[in-house]
């Protein structure tokens, strides 16, 4: 990867910080919904990306705001293109320190912290 590569890749990210998930207050880089980003020497990028869930209703929409919000915040992208992935499945253990800090301050508890220990209790149960 060139050093032009690279910025413009930085530059994706950090427009891509600007995309929500509407039912959660916290950016999709942050919540460790993007899997890869790659820009090509043409200036293409192409973004893989995932959800919270499979069967999120607001899929499109979400995948719809990332290819915008990167087309305007980088314009000089000649092409941005979003994939919708699910392997390897989305966990909160995906969420950056920056998204937990986030969720702490809403929830009153760190979400991820939470999920692991309902995640052993359920595997030593079983």
């Known amino acids: ?5 690279e910025k413009l ?3 994706v990210i950090e427009a891509l910080r600007q995309v929500y998930d509407p039912e959660i ?3 999709v ?4 919904l993007v899997y890869d ?7 293409k990028a192409y973004i893989k990306m995932t959800l ?4 999120c209703p607001i899929a499109g929409l979400i995948l719809m705001q990332a290819e915008e919000t ?3 915040l980088v314009p000089e992208l000649k092409d941005v293109q979003v994939e919708l992935v699910f392997d390897p499945p989305w966990d909160p253990t995906r969420i950056t320190r920056e998204g937990r800090e986030k969720l702490k301050e809403l929830y009153g508890y760190d979400v991820v912290e939470e999920w692991i220990r ?4 359920q595997q030593n149960q079983q």
């Not at 309902?118 to 209790?121: A, D, P, Q, V």
């Open 1 to 5: 990867m060139t050093e032009d590569t």
């Open 9 to 11: 890749r930085q530059k």
């Open 25 to 27: 207050p916290v950016n």
């Open 29 to 32: 880089v942050d919540l460790g």
């Open 37 to 43: 980003v790659k820009v090509t020497p043409d200036k």
């Open 52 to 55: 919270t869930a499979p069967g």
């Open 70 to 72: 990167v087309k305007r």
């Open 118 to 121: 309902r995640m052993k209790s």
